[in-house]
């Protein structure tokens, strides 16, 4: 069954300058005519599908533009031309700190993330131990979230975002951050999530991540897609592109 299919997805921004000469020069600007706008497409013509159980890696050098597509895919942005069909529930864990108050502890944090993604209280009392536990964060519920370190801050954020095992997961680094142990823990936690039939995207810089994890990846240059397929074959000719063997 098709959970996820992209159709020549393209994203662009409007980049002005705006931000430097404020609103009301804008406008004087702009009735003048000498008011420029430079588009810039971060993605283009991206198309794939993903079945049922599918773990797609996406990797590709820094400006790619795959934590973009990864915001459309998940609905915070909206294609510029193009479509995505999606078809159940999407978790996506994008942005570390998104969804949680610097000033808040880990429990009032964690009820809250849990709510920002449908969670109901009741359902957060249930497994607000097993989120806890999973995540290491035993005995310093207390401390802020702006107290914890990266890595407890993302043993959180991950653990939350796999406890409803929704049928879309989304995963931008956060695998990467965090000691070795939980690492492993957290791609066994990912492989129990697989055997529920939930896809799974995961970018990465660890080819080594991509390889172990995922069945299909995607790579991207310069928001243009270079290859999607079997993993092996295309991790071997981007670890090649990398050493500067082949170019794009």
Known sequence: MTVLKLENVSIRYKVGNFRSIGLKETIIRKLKGSYHVTEFWADRDISFTLEQGDMLGIIGTNGAGKTTL?????????????????????AALLELASGFDPDLNIRQNTY?????????????????????????????EELSFKQLSTGMQSRLAFSIA???????????????????????????KIRD????????????????????????????????????????????????????????
């Open 70 to 90: 990864l915001k459309a895919i998940a609905g915070i942005m909206k294609p510029s031309r193009g479509t995505i069909e999606r078809h159940g529930s999407i």
């Open 112 to 140: 809250l993330r849990g709510a920002m993604l449908g969670y109901t209280r009741k359902f957060m009392d249930k497994h607000y131990g097993e989120i806890i536990d999973f995540a290491e964060l035993r005995g310093f």
């Open 162 to 188: 796999c406890l409803v095992k929704p049928d879309i997961l989304i995963l931008d680094e956060v695998l990467s951050v965090g000691d070795g142990a939980f690492a492993a823990k957290s791609a066994e």
């Open 193 to 248: 999530i697989l055997k529920n039939d939930t896809v799974t995207i995961l970018v990465s810089h660890s080819l080594d991540q991509i390889r172990e994890l995922c069945s299909k990846t995607l790579w991207l240059h310069q928001g243009r897609q270079i290859d999607f397929g079997e993993t092996g074959p295309i991790c071997d000719r981007y670890q090649a592109f990398l050493n500067g063997e082949i170019s794009q």
